[in-house]
């Protein structure tokens, strides 16, 4: 599938979380692997200038990023950052709020993860699960508009289905 809806400023948008299934398929080390691949892919992207530059520092995002979606996939708590803030979700998001992030970034950045996801030797139906989370979360990290408007009411409009 991976198809890529707008987001549309002001409304709701809701998600619901992986199904653990998709971590269990990847275990630990998978998830490590389709992370990094992930990052490969940004650093080659048009949103790679969004990243720390220094290499040292690229690699701590990456491993930072790696260990946030172990923890939300259903693996062990070791995304210290967020573990701390309670909910996960709102601290991306706030996390996010400190760049410019546009509809077009976005879909590049969705555009990694489906290179790192279609190089990922598990179920399609695990992936696809995967992708609905990421394509519909993706839209709160969205602040900018080509209008030159910001927005950042982005809580408010998160919607956790069970
Ligand atoms: C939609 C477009 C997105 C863009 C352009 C983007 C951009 C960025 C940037 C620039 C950083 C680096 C922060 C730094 O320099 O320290 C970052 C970090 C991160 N992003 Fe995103 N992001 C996007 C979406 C997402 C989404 C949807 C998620 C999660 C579902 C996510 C999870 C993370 C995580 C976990 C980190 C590492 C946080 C940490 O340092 O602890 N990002 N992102």
């Given amino acids: 599938m991976y198809e890529i809806t707008p987001m549309i400023k002001g409304e709701e ?3 619901r979380l992986p199904d653990p299934a998709f971590y269990e398929a990847l275990g630990y080390e998978g998830m490590k692997d389709l992370m990094y691949r992930f990052y490969d892919e940004i650093y080659e992207s048009s949103i790679a200038n969004f ?3 220094d290499e040292e520092e690229f690699a701590k995002v990456k491993e930072k990023n790696a260990l946030f979606f172990i923890q939300l996939c259903g693996g062990p ?3 210290e950052a967020g573990s701390q803030e309670g909910d996960l979700h709102k601290y991306m998001i706030r996390l996010h709020d400190d760049f410019s992030i546009y509809e077009k970034s976005r879909t590049e950045w969705l555009g ?3 290179t790192a996801l279609r190089h990922t030797d ?3 139906s695990l992936k696809d699960n995967f992708w609905e989370y990421l394509e519909a979360f993706s839209k709160l990290t969205v602040n900018s508009f080509t209008d030159g ?3 950042y009411a982005a809580y408010t409009q998160m919607k956790i289905d069970k």
Avoid: L, R
């Fill in 13 to 15: 948008v809701h998600f």
């Fill in 51 to 53: 990243f720390p530059q």
């Fill in 77 to 79: 708590k070791v995304y």
């Fill in 112 to 114: 990694c993860m489906e």
């Fill in 122 to 124: 598990i179920a399609q």
């Fill in 149 to 151: 408007s910001h927005y």
